[in-house]
């Protein structure tokens, strides 16, 4: 039917009659005529809606009407102009679609509702499960048919129940966890399963279980003829003719590179490591793979992780592949205690504190620092954060910290006695350090990195690499060499892989001095504390040499 104006209507009962909008005058007496008469009892209601919106703004505008933006109905049709006028003042010529229009999100405007989440949920749940819900747009307290949308049916039947109502009222529901309906208790095997069961399991236990090794006898061989002297002094007496002051431990002023080698130690196969005597250094304490540690010739049986002295060096520790770690008599060469925790030690060192001589910490293969007690023989503290096998272990800060590297490439700052780290330091660009040194004034750490350079950690507060003391030039990757400083702080020394003994200068990190020192790995070199020039180093050739 095409009139002039739109004709809407709709059906209503005599009694509860709507009034007619319909304007007879704006009404075409044409399209009137194809109208059908209605039922009796029942009368027709017309609204007209103008299809010409500019006679409704016209009107609007003639009547001092506006189009209020909050408004959410509108009884005519009007212009897109009028929709987006300014509410107030003059029209924005500047002013574009999107900035005119309201919006709160990017695809347009959205009503503000509060919906609480876990009602949503339910809902959607309800909804994905048996095909209804409630209807948002209507009031649920009525709970009728209309209150729902989807399988109406299907909430009918269940009463408008939700997912988390039904659980014990649809289909004898149980749980996810019941039993099937035919499903019987636990079955249980037969006599023959069950003696088949045992047999394995106990050949998994008797293949599984670790045999407690008794730890082998230790051997002590002297190499002197008298182990005193004829006013009754041991090896362990320091000269009287090194001109070494032992309350002052005098230090050198001014230290010089070392040019030839003077002296050669033999005896070792395989050196992994070696100390000098506590304060006079008149004195080398050795450990090697050939199960040799020696200031004497002492057999531990396995291959010698690592070793330290106590403070005054009349006592030594040895780690070792066995997984036993070993307290000896310097003077004696006896074993006095043995410790272990059937885990391979990888680094051991004493509290330097003088009151605090009778404890000891050592790395662990298991990825543990144990501290253990020598008067008791019991660990007395676990220190278990690191990720990886515990490589160094190095006391700062006046012996109230240490400071452990690990397999994880981090570095762990610890406070004695305390279980848990205070400083973590760990960057994607950093390698596992596995050799640390604290220089001798005691406020930087020189760790050995297996990316084939030496970085300078400040040992007191903030442990912030230096970034400008970074020492390169060697191969090391692979070989936990030792790195160590000359006593004036004047040069930097290390071993590498290629057997060489490297010399770097302090201040300007520059490689002063390479020497061939070894045929295979120099794995340690040592700068003599009392002494200007004189470098200890070891390798994997066996040999300990003296240079100066």
């Not at 690990?406 to 994607?428: N, Q, T």
């Amino acid at each position: 039917i095409k009139m002039a104006a739109t004709l809407v209507s709709y059906w209503c009962d005599s009694d509860n009659e709507t009034k007619s909008h319909v304007n007879p005058e704006k009404v075409d007496p044409d399209a009137l005529a194809h109208l059908q008469p209605l039922k009796s009892g029942k009368t027709m209601s017309l609204t007209v809606l103008n299809s010409a919106p500019e006679v409704a703004v016209k009107e609007a505008v003639e009547t001092g009407v506006h189009l209020d933006p909050s408004l959410k109905e509108v009884t005519y049709n009007p212009t897109y102009e009028t929709m987006f006028a300014p509410e107030f003042g003059p029209v924005n010529p500047y002013k574009s679609q999107q900035m005119a229009a309201p919006r709160n999100m990017l695809s347009g405007y959205a009503e503000p509702a509060h919906v609480n989440n876990f009602m949503f949920e339910q809902q959607r749940r309800t909804f994905s499960t048996f095909g209804y819900a409630l209807d948002p747009s209507v009031d649920t307290s009525q709970n009728s048919s209309n209150s729902y949308i989807g399988a109406v049916d299907e909430a009918e039947k269940n009463k408008g129940l939700t997912v988390f109502e039904v659980a014990n009222d649809i289909d004898n529901y149980l749980g996810p966890w019941a039993k099937y309906v035919d499903e019987k208790d636990g079955a249980k095997p037969s006599e023959e399963e069950q003696k088949e069961l045992d047999e394995i399991t106990a050949k998994r236990q008797k293949k599984g279980r670790n045999k407690e090794e008794a730890p082998a006898e230790e051997k002590t061989i002297l190499h002197v003829k008298d182990a005193y002297d004829y006013q009754g002094r041991s090896y362990l007496h320091v000269p009287q003719d090194v001109g070494i002051n032992l309350r002052t431990a005098d230090i050198p002023d001014k230290c010089y590179l070392p040019k030839k080698q003077i002296h050669l130690w033999s005896g070792h196969t395989k050196v992994g490591g070696s100390v000098l005597f506590p304060v006079s250094g008149h004195l080398l304490l050795s450990c090697s793979m050939d199960c040799k540690v020696k200031v004497r010739n002492t057999l531990v049986f396995k291959a010698v992780r690592d070793i330290c002295f106590n403070n005054t060096g009349s006592q030594y520790m040895s780690a070792a592949y066995d997984r036993y770690l070993k307290l000896w008599d310097t003077e004696t060469g006896q074993c006095i205690s043995r410790f272990t925790n059937r885990k391979v030690p990888y680094c051991v060192k004493f509290n330097p504190d003088e009151d605090k001589q009778n404890l000891f910490v050592a790395g662990m293969s298991d990825k543990k620092i144990v501290q253990w007690d020598v008067r008791t023989g019991e660990v007395v503290q676990e220190y278990d954060r690191h990720l990886g096998a515990v490589n160094a272990i190095t006391f700062v800060d006046e012996n109230r910290r240490f400071v452990s590297t690990s397999d994880d490439k981090s570095l762990r700052v610890w406070e004695w006695d305390i279980p848990v780290d205070f400083k973590y330091i760990a960057e994607p660009s950093m390698h596992s350090m596995p050799a640390v040194t604290l220089s001798p004034n005691g406020k930087w750490l020189a760790c050995q990195s297996m990316d084939n350079q030496i970085l300078i950690f400040g040992a007191q507060n903030r442990f912030r690499l230096n970034k400008k003391k970074i020492f390169k030039g060697h191969m090391v990757a692979g070989y936990a060499c030792q790195v160590d400083f000359s006593p004036d702080m004047s040069y930097v020394v290390s071993g590498d892989a290629d057997g060489k003994l490297n010399i770097w200068d302090w201040k300007t990190t520059k490689l002063y001095h390479r020497i061939k020192a070894h045929d295979k790995v120099c794995i340690s070199a040592l700068w003599h504390p009392h002494e200007t020039s004189k470098v200890i180093t070891c390798g994997w050739d066996g040999q300990i040499k003296l240079w100066d």
